[in-house]
């Protein structure tokens, strides 16, 4: 999984994996509707504790923020507006 392959190049060091991530992000981009919120998720973590893209504008990388702050809106829009209004608190 893609995910796992960007937690180990993070925990092994990027340096000692030259275009792996990118591979891994160019790869994700490529497939990403095939991918649960979970799996990004863990993806964009590892890719965040890799330092990936960091001092660079990195389009691809763009592409996989763009579809986290999607998930994230959904979540709120989800809290916010369709869940049921809140009944007043009793005293027991």
């Given at each position: 999984?893609?995910?796992?392959?960007?937690?180990?190049?993070?925990?092994l060091?990027?340096?000692?994996?030259?275009?792996?991530?990118?591979?891994?992000?160019?790869?994700?981009?490529?497939?990403?509707?095939?991918?649960?919120?979970?799996?990004?998720?863990?993806?964009?973590?590892?890719?965040?504790?890799?330092?990936?893209?960091?001092?660079?504008?990195?389009?691809?990388?763009?592409?996989?923020?763009?579809?986290?702050?999607?998930?994230?809106?959904?979540?709120?829009?989800?809290?916010?507006?369709?869940?049921?209004?809140?009944?007043?608190?009793?005293?027991?």
């Amino acid at each position: 999984h893609l995910s796992n392959i960007a937690w180990a190049v993070s925990q092994l060091g990027p340096e000692h994996f030259p275009g792996c991530l990118d591979a891994v992000v160019a790869e994700t981009a490529r497939r990403l509707t095939e991918f649960d919120s979970p799996s990004l998720m863990m993806l964009s973590d590892s890719l965040f504790d890799a330092k990936y893209g960091v001092g660079r504008n990195e389009s691809l990388l763009n592409v996989l923020r763009s579809r986290i702050m999607e998930m994230g809106n959904e979540l709120l829009r989800i809290f916010t507006d369709y869940l049921p209004p809140r009944r007043g608190l009793c005293s027991p």
